[in-house]
């Protein structure tokens, strides 16, 4: 955990600051396609009404206002199709289905994500300290990375169905 954060501090004071601190990867990320890793220089902004007009009102809500599902209610929280987990917002791939995996916790769970297509921000909203994880790619709330995961990068991506829109292979 020292580690990731070290180098969240790092990144973060190498560059601009309207840019989040980039997750750390891992040896199953050296496997990924670079053509699914995030391109920044092409970051997605709209304005909210734009993002309005194409999410459903609970997309909007999570996705964009740092909203939560409830647990055990989102559409992926009990799924196990093979395939890709995108943005439901821009289409960035973040999550592969093999690295789903049951936490218990009522939400999809993944240990590890797809290149650097996900953004690690400090989160003290709740009266709790956790790590907000965000799409690289337009800034949408996904959900909260823990260190009680599995092997073999001991991490928990705890994201909202709502976040997310699934591609089978």
Same mark, same amino acid.
């Given at each position: 955990?020292?580690?990731?954060?070290?180098?969240?501090?790092?990144?973060?004071?190498?560059?601009?600051?309207?840019?989040?601190?980039?997750?750390?990867?891992?040896?199953?990320?050296?496997?990924?396609?670079?053509?699914?890793?995030?391109?920044?220089?092409?970051?997605?902004?709209?304005?909210? =009404?734009?993002?309005? %007009?194409?999410?459903?009102?609970?997309?909007? *809500? $999570?996705?964009?206002? !740092?909203?939560?599902?409830?647990?055990?209610?989102?559409?992926?929280?009990?799924?196990?199709?093979?395939?890709?987990?995108?943005?439901?917002?821009?289409?960035?791939?973040?999550?592969?289905?093999?690295?789903?995996?049951?936490?218990?916790?009522?939400?999809?769970?993944?240990?590890?994500?797809?290149?650097?297509?996900?953004? =690690?921000?400090?989160? %003290?909203?709740?009266?709790?300290?956790?790590? *907000? $994880?965000?799409?690289? !790619?337009?800034?949408?709330?996904?959900?909260?990375?823990?260190?009680?995961?599995?092997?073999?990068?001991?991490?928990?991506?705890?994201?909202?169905?709502?976040?997310?829109?699934?591609?089978?292979?």
């Amino acid at each position: 955990m020292f580690i990731r954060s070290y180098l969240a501090i790092a990144v973060l004071f190498s560059v601009s600051p309207a840019c989040n601190s980039q997750s750390s990867t891992t040896d199953t990320n050296s496997t990924q396609s670079s053509a699914m890793k995030a391109d920044t220089t092409d970051k997605i902004i709209k304005t909210d =009404e734009e993002w309005k %007009a194409m999410l459903t009102p609970e997309q909007y *809500e $999570i996705a964009r206002k !740092k909203g939560t599902e409830r647990a055990f209610t989102g559409e992926y929280w009990n799924h196990h199709e093979d395939g890709v987990y995108k943005c439901a917002c821009c289409g960035m791939p973040l999550f592969n289905s093999d690295t789903k995996f049951e936490s218990g916790s009522g939400w999809p769970s993944f240990y590890n994500e797809i290149g650097e297509n996900v953004t =690690e921000v400090r989160d %003290a909203s709740q009266g709790m300290i956790r790590t *907000e $994880i965000l799409c690289m !790619k337009c800034d949408a709330h996904l959900g909260h990375v823990f260190d009680d995961g599995p092997n073999p990068t001991g991490l928990r991506y705890c994201v909202n169905s709502a976040s997310l829109k699934f591609e089978k292979r």
